[in-house]
């Protein structure tokens, strides 16, 4: 009997790696298909692929956030921008440039078949959306540029991606100066705080309210001498400026202006020295006294914005600050998130 049935045993076996395979090969396809439903920073709820293995992003802050996370690999299109940053470049050689941020090619984004993009709320042009949307690519807005929606932007990217704990550690050190800041500066009387114009990075560009600069001056418990304005980035004429008279000049320097990883500080000189020959500028008590500094766009706004408050927080209440060292944050920041060292320049003057 036993040796008529001899054939039972391996068809038994034959059976059971089928099955096995079979599983294995449904489990797969549950975990590519799976999608969960998220609110981006414009209250939009998508249905987004968790956690997408092809990314195309259009935003630099949310691109550093995603090497952050140890997900560069994923990232296959990448904005002009991006590609152009000294610090995520080297991690990101596999990702194919898709074009400017606001205006990027369609045609290029949807040859890449990419599972999500990444874009910035206020800026990705309705029809690039709507032209990805119709080709059943999710459009995902996370702006993490703002301080008052950076933690969520950060959580519900850490969510997306499967990267929560990394996400909360992320938080967690955003926060921790955030809070610092407040904190120290909240009792300042009004009239004891610091006028400040903070310039954005075109020329005679304010930062109005619900711009991303006026969050780091309220932050830091400045006066921004914006306040008042409707618009987040009014243009201004330097006899308005010159007429409000304010205290601390800082300078938002964009890519027009080198700074940053790898960088020196000439750049950043020559602009400070042209500014402060402004026509009438002579008159103004930042110009006269000196107060008029540098910023690199590596640390104004975005997922290291804590660093450039730092800084701000250091120039306007020197002694209230007089413990923290912005570089030592920066250093810090850089090898414990992206693992790399702090080089370059990002201030200017640096004391």
């Not at 809070?179 to 004891?192: G, Q, V």
């Not at 766009?297 to 290291?304: A, K, L, V, W």
């Amino acid at each position: 009997m036993l040796r008529g049935r001899k054939w039972l045993l391996p068809l038994t076996c034959f059976l059971i790696a089928v099955v096995a395979l079979l599983g294995v090969t449904g489990n797969r396809e549950a975990v590519a298909q799976k999608r969960i439903t998220i609110k981006d920073s414009m209250g939009r709820t998508v249905s987004v692929p968790c956690p997408p293995q092809r990314i195309v992003e259009v935003n630099g802050d949310v691109a550093e956030l995603i090497c952050a996370f140890g997900d560069a690999g994923k990232i296959v299109g990448a904005s002009s921008y991006t590609l152009e940053d000294k610090i995520l470049k080297p991690k990101l050689k596999k990702a194919k440039d898709v074009g400017k941020s606001f205006t990027p090619s369609v045609e290029k984004i949807i040859s890449l078949k990419p599972d999500i993009v990444f874009g910035y709320g206020n800026f990705l042009k309705p029809e690039v959306v709507a032209q990805l949307q119709r080709a059943g690519i999710p459009v995902v807005f996370l702006d993490c540029y703002k301080l008052k929606t950076m933690a969520q932007d950060i959580r519900t990217l850490g969510t997306i991606l499967n990267r929560r704990k990394e996400a909360e550690a992320y938080i967690a050190y955003f926060e921790k100066y955030q809070k610092l800041f407040a904190e120290r500066t909240k009792k300042i009387p009004l009239n004891k705080r610091p006028l400040v114009y903070l310039e954005q990075y075109t020329d005679y560009t304010l930062s109005g309210p619900g711009s991303g600069g006026a969050e780091l001056l309220d932050g830091i418990g400045a006066r921004n001498i914006g306040a008042g304005l409707r618009a987040p980035y009014p243009k201004i004429s330097s006899e308005w400026l010159v007429a409000q008279n304010p205290q601390v000049i800082i300078k938002a320097c964009s890519t027009s202006v080198p700074s940053g990883y790898g960088e020196n500080a000439d750049a950043m000189k020559k602009k400070r020295t042209e500014m402060m020959r402004r026509p009438g500028w002579n008159k103004i008590t930042a110009v006269r006294q000196g107060k008029v500094y540098m910023l690199s766009s590596e640390i104004f706004t975005g997922p290291r914005a804590i660093v450039g408050m730092a800084y701000m927080a250091k120039w306007l209440y020197p002694q209230l600050f007089r413990d923290v060292n912005p570089e030592a944050i920066h250093k810090e920041m850089l090898k414990k998130f992206l693992g790399i060292e702090l080089k370059g320049a990002y201030v200017y003057p640096a004391k």
